[in-house]
T-cell receptor
Framework: GAVVSQHPSWVICKSGTSVKIECRSLDFQATTMFWYRQFPKQSLMLMATSNEGSKATYEQGVEKDKFLINHASLTLSTLTVTSAHPEDSSFYIC???????????????FGDGTRLSIL | TQLLEQSPQFLSIQEGENLTVYCNSSSVFSSLQWYRQEPGEGPVLLVTVVTGGEVKKLKRLTFQFGDARKDSSLHITAAQTGDTGLYLCVVGNAGNMLTFGGGTRLMVKP
């Protein structure tokens, strides 16, 4: 099946640090990539949707200047958490969707997530 | 805004028991996907259903899509410890919008 590689898997850093998370589709072209945040024992919360070559669409309440998303190629999207603070600590997951007519009928291929811990 | 509810939120059973998880929407959707997520990993797709009344089987898992396209169920027969995880339903509508359910956390004890 399609593989999405997400790195790093775990990051621990001091408050004020900016952290970049990479999401790569290894064997397919991801025209659309999603970024999610997940709190312990809860479902995924969509943060933003990005299409290759265009600006990301952020969900209500998500600060676009705080969570910078770049989707420069069909196989790579990055999420940068700028000036991270303890409240940004969470599990961040990306997913990629290949080319197709209807987004809702296609499977999302998820990365294994990044655990971000801000001290 | 489409509301999507999953029930139960948490389920703890013994190995060998059967269980059913439900996903109910406030409005009609065009497709529904079920995912399973294990701790520390990303969700993995189990099935996609698009036709009202559709039933799909995946070994001990049976997925049903309601005739009215507003609900779905996942039934697991003779649960095993390897079935432990977070089960998520995701619905899509004609506007290419995806909505996640709140998840059902399943724990199967040996």
């Amino acid at each position: 099946g399609a593989v999405v590689s997400q790195h790093p898997s775990w990051v621990i850093c001091k408050s004020g640090t900016s952290v970049k998370i990479e999401c790569r589709s290894l064997d397919f072209q991801a025209t659309t990539m999603f970024w999610y945040r997940q709190f312990p024992k809860q479902s995924l919360m969509l943060m933003a949707t990005s299409n290759e070559g265009s600006k990301a669409t952020y969900e209500q309440g998500v600060e676009k200047d705080k969570f910078l998303i770049n989707h420069a190629s069909l196989t790579l999207s990055t999420l940068t958490v700028t000036s991270a603070h303890p409240e940004d600590s969470s599990f961040y997951i990306c997913s990629g969707v290949g080319q197709g007519i209807s987004l809702s009928n296609q499977p999302q291929h998820f990365g294994d997530g990044t655990r971000l811990s801000i001290l | 805004t489409q509301l999507l509810e999953q029930s139960p939120q948490f389920l703890s059973i013994q190995e060998g028991e059967n269980l059913t998880v439900y996903c109910n929407s406030s409005s009609v959707f065009s497709s529904l996907q079920w995912y399973r997520q294990e701790p520390g990993e990303g969700p993995v797709l189990l099935v996609t259903v698009v036709t009202g009344g559709e039933v799909k089987k995946l070994k001990r898992l049976t997925f049903q899509f309601g005739d009215a396209r507003k609900d779905s169920s996942l039934h697991i027969t003779a649960a095993q410890t390897g079935d432990t995880g977070l089960y998520l339903c995701v619905v899509g509508n004609a506007g290419n919008m995806l909505t996640f359910g709140g998840g059902t956390r399943l724990m199967v004890k040996p």
